[in-house]
């Protein structure tokens, strides 16, 4: 790395992390959004472009001990949590290297040992698994945290005001983070949302806060509060992430919505600019002040690229998924 005078060097290095795991998930989901398009891929894909920085922000104050539930759009919580990027691409790809064997595909990925309770197919389908992980915290006394990281679309399900009451009452150590992308689907989220998404937390005495979803060090910022209250057993918190989706709910849209169009190309192209983008603007922020030079930006981007090519070259060369494992992997003891 070249040697920038009078910086906050440590402040460099945890700043150019935070900026190569952002774009370690733009690199790697721009490589699977092409495999998709091109018919490559099994299945559909959700991406996460865009919303970098609320999963980047988010994960990079946990420990591999602290868990996190995830969505159908899982792949940048998984990369941003530690998972590996080859597990993941074999996954994707269905190949028995995959991190969950390839037998769950985009939508399950998955890694225990990180602390990844798992990607779900299921809206709103993490909010109870994550509850359930702060429970476990809680009864097993220990100083880890469970990290919900939902959609605006998953918080209208009547689940999340369940799971909200009951951390509260019991002081679990979960914090909700809630990406407001602002679409479910297919539907503008203010057509079906009433009110502010915070205050349904306050409405149970939880400590709730909106930030720019799209500031990697705005969501770092809430989260080191929020994480520090819940191991110090103060409960629940909640943060909603501001934040836009800037690929399609999954790559086969056009083909799905044959024409309709429920959002211009000009709100999709302002949201890719510097000012909003979450990587560009914070690669402007690290040279502006973050002490980084172009040629780091450069080495990170050429590293990115690389680790990206290695995990397609290793997705494509390993084997099919093994179909007899769905014997064991779907039921206990019980094959026909
Ligand atoms: C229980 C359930 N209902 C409906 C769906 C279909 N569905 C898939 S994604 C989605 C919208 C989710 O919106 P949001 O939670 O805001 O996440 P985003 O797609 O914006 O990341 C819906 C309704 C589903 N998968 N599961």
Same mark, same amino acid.
């Given at each position: 790395?070249?040697? +920038?005078?009078?910086?906050?060097?440590?402040?460099?290095?945890?700043?150019?992390?935070?900026?190569?795991?952002?774009?370690?998930?733009?690199?790697?989901?721009?490589? #699977?959004?092409?495999?998709?398009?091109? !018919? %490559?891929?099994? *299945?559909?894909?959700?991406?996460?472009?865009?919303? %970098?920085?609320?999963?980047? @922000?988010?994960?990079?104050?946990?420990?591999?001990?602290?868990?996190?539930?995830?969505?159908?759009?899982?792949?940048?919580?998984?990369?941003? $949590?530690?998972?590996?990027?080859?597990?993941?691409?074999?996954?994707?790809?269905?190949?028995?290297?995959?991190?969950?064997?390839?037998? *769950?595909?985009?939508?399950?990925?998955?890694?225990?040992? $990180? !602390? +990844?309770?798992?990607?779900?197919?299921? #809206?709103?389908? @993490? +909010?109870?698994?994550?509850?359930?992980?702060?429970?476990? &915290?809680?009864? !097993?006394?220990?100083?880890?945290?469970?990290?919900?990281?939902?959609?605006?679309?998953?918080?209208?399900?009547?689940?999340?005001?369940?799971?909200?009451?009951?951390?509260?009452?019991?002081?679990?150590?979960?914090?909700?983070?809630?990406?407001?992308?602002?679409?479910?689907?297919?539907? &503008?989220?203010?057509?079906?949302?009433?009110?502010?998404?915070?205050?349904?937390?306050?409405?149970?005495?939880? =400590?709730?806060?909106?930030?720019? !979803?799209?500031?990697? +060090?705005? #969501?770092?910022?809430?989260?080191?509060?929020?994480?520090?209250?819940?191991?110090?057993?103060?409960?629940?918190?909640?943060?909603?992430?501001k934040t836009y989706r800037i690929r399609g709910?999954?790559?086969?849209?056009?083909?799905?919505? @044959?024409?309709?169009?429920?959002?211009?190309?000009?709100?999709?192209?302002?949201?890719?600019?510097?000012? $909003?983008? =979450?990587?560009?603007?914070?690669?402007?922020?690290?040279?502006?002040?973050?002490?980084?030079?172009?040629?780091?930006?450069?080495?990170?981007?050429?590293?990115?690229?690389?680790? #990206?090519?290695?995990?397609?070259?290793?997705?494509?060369?390993?084997?099919?998924?093994? =179909?007899?494992?769905?014997?064991?992997?779907?039921?206990?003891?019980?094959? =026909?």
């Open positions: 790395m070249t040697e +920038i005078p009078n910086v906050d060097e440590q402040r460099r290095a945890e700043w150019l992390a935070l900026y190569e795991r952002m774009l370690l998930i733009r690199r790697s989901e721009e490589r #699977v959004g092409k495999a998709a398009q091109a !018919g %490559e891929m099994p *299945g559909g894909v959700h991406l996460y472009i865009g919303q %970098e920085a609320s999963g980047v @922000g988010a994960c990079s104050v946990l420990e591999d001990t602290d868990f996190i539930t995830s969505t159908h759009r899982g792949h940048g919580h998984f990369l941003a $949590k530690g998972g590996d990027v080859k597990a993941m691409f074999a996954e994707l790809w269905g190949k028995r290297t995959g991190i969950c064997k390839g037998m *769950g595909g985009s939508m399950h990925v998955a890694d225990v040992s $990180k !602390g +990844i309770l798992g990607a779900n197919g299921i #809206v709103g389908g @993490g +909010i109870a698994i994550a509850n359930g992980a702060g429970m476990g &915290i809680k009864v !097993g006394k220990e100083k880890a945290v469970s990290v919900c990281l939902f959609g605006d679309g998953a918080a209208n399900q009547g689940v999340l005001m369940e799971c909200l009451n009951m951390s509260m009452v019991w002081k679990f150590p979960v914090i909700w983070v809630l990406e407001n992308n602002g679409l479910s689907e297919f539907t &503008i989220t203010d057509k079906v949302t009433a009110g502010e998404q915070t205050d349904r937390a306050r409405a149970v005495g939880m =400590p709730a806060v909106t930030v720019d !979803g799209n500031d990697v +060090i705005a #969501v770092q910022e809430a989260m080191k509060e929020a994480v520090d209250r819940a191991r110090a057993g103060e409960g629940p918190s909640f943060i909603e992430c709910h999954l790559e086969a849209e056009d083909a799905f919505l @044959g024409g309709y169009s429920y959002r211009t190309q000009e709100e999709i192209d302002a949201w890719k600019t510097p000012d $909003k983008d =979450p990587i560009l603007r914070f690669a402007s922020r690290l040279l502006a002040e973050g002490g980084a030079s172009q040629a780091d930006l450069d080495e990170i981007e050429d590293r990115v690229s690389k680790q #990206v090519e290695e995990a397609v070259e290793f997705a494509l060369a390993s084997e099919d998924a093994d =179909p007899e494992l769905i014997f064991d992997i779907t039921f206990a003891d019980q094959r =026909p």
